[in-house]
């Protein structure tokens, strides 16, 4: 599903550096990942909740405070957990397309 | 010529078109609404609004004095595809046209990979399982006396109004609906006005979904239903105070003039 790519992507997104939502929904687009904006905002919140970021509201200059998204040490984990999975699964198609 | 007025969002004052306004502010609510039944949600809504904010000032910025309506359709749509809102993007297929086939090759791939995919997936179809149901309101904004004529029309899906109006004043005035209109005023009196966006999918028994609540408050404000609020009530009061007086007082009058003819005959009798 494309929710669990989207999900791995945030993660992947916010390991360099925190961004606010926007920041995130540009990034993705440049990256040819389609998002409505709208479906950004509960999954952030979700991924918030279970622990895997964390945020903190920062003044902007254009408009009300952001709220800037990190990952967490459990959000690393869980990354490098992805990464595994991900580096597996991507051996195992490369290996049958040959 | 719009009357303008002047919000408040985070501190920031915004000129906003009144018609643009109730559309804002009837997409907000909703929204909030409609997040509030999940965990977390208060906090997705407020993001919401948070964002809407931002894109408002954008356009100020940009030199837009007023917001007019056209500016918050925008808004909603960039924000409120509302469909993707509720996190169905992947089972739907649709929308993400440019994805096409590669879609479900990645979600093949993404099902037994991705423990987070699934961990979502569950935790999606816990907090967006929509109850649809069919209730029946009277509607607040298209009505002669209570709107239950209206609210029978959508009820059932029947289009005009105006038929369900003729036929209880023509089945009433031929004499053979004489209880019709108590059965209208108890009908008033016991059910509810259809006053939010979500009453009225309720009452057309459509699902309540942020894609059909978007869809409904642009169309409630394209139809000018202002938030309505359950008036006539003071008339209510009037029908009911007529029919006591028409009916009731008569038939206690008739009743006690009989009563005194009874105390009348048995006076005499002893």
């Not at chain 1, 699964?89 to 490369?94: D, E, V």
């Not at chain 2, 920031?12 to 999940?38: C, G, H, K, P, V």
């Not at chain 2, 093949?108 to 961990?119: I, K, M, P, W």
């Not at chain 2, 209109?181 to 009225?200: F, Q």
Request: glycine content about 8%.
């Amino acid at each position: 599903m494309r929710k669990g790519m989207l999900e791995y992507s945030i993660l992947l997104l916010l390991k360099q550096q925190a961004a606010y939502a926007n920041d995130i929904i540009l990034r993705l687009r440049e990256a040819d990942m389609i998002v409505m904006e709208g479906t950004l905002y509960p999954l952030l919140t979700r991924l918030k909740n279970d622990g895997l970021l964390a945020y903190e509201w920062k003044e902007s200059t254009q408009g009300p405070p952001r709220k800037y998204y990190k990952l967490t040490t459990d959000g690393h984990e869980a990354l490098t957990q992805l990464d595994t999975s991900w580096e597996e699964i991507s051996r195992t198609i490369n290996y049958l397309k040959q | 010529m719009k009357k303008n007025i002047s919000i408040n969002l985070f501190g920031t004052l915004y000129n906003i078109d009144e018609d643009a306004y109730t559309l804002l502010e009837n997409y907000l609510q909703s929204m909030q609404r409609y997040f509030s039944r999940q965990e977390g949600g208060e906090e997705v809504a407020d993001d919401i609004e948070h964002r809407v904010a931002e894109l408002l000032w954008q356009r100020r910025e940009a030199g837009m004095t007023a917001i007019n309506i056209e500016t918050v359709k925008e808004i909603i749509d960039t924000i409120g595809n509302a469909e993707q809102i509720a996190g169905d993007s992947g089972n739907a297929g649709q929308g993400t046209g440019n994805i096409g086939q590669g879609n479900s090759f990645k979600e093949d791939l993404n099902q037994f990979t991705n423990e987070a995919g699934r961990l979502a997936r569950d935790a999606y179809d816990k907090g967006y399982k929509h109850v649809k149901t069919h209730r029946f309101y009277r509607c607040a904004n298209d009505k002669i006396l209570g709107g239950v004529c209206s609210g029978l029309a959508v009820y059932t899906n029947t289009g005009e109004p105006l038929l369900w109006r003729l036929g209880v004043l023509a089945l009433t005035l031929l004499g053979i609906g004489l209880p019709l209109p108590i059965i209208y005023i108890v009908m008033w009196i016991v059910t509810p006005a259809a006053l939010t966006p979500e009453d009225r999918l309720r009452q057309q028994g459509k699902e309540i979904t942020p894609e059909n609540l978007t869809q409904q408050v642009k169309e409630d404000s394209q139809q000018m239903v202002m938030p309505a609020r359950d008036t006539h009530r003071g008339c209510l009061i009037a029908i009911i105070i007529a029919f006591v007086i028409i009916f009731i007082i008569p038939l206690i009058a008739f009743f006690g003039m009989f009563g005194r003819i009874w105390l009348h005959m048995f006076n005499m009798i002893v």
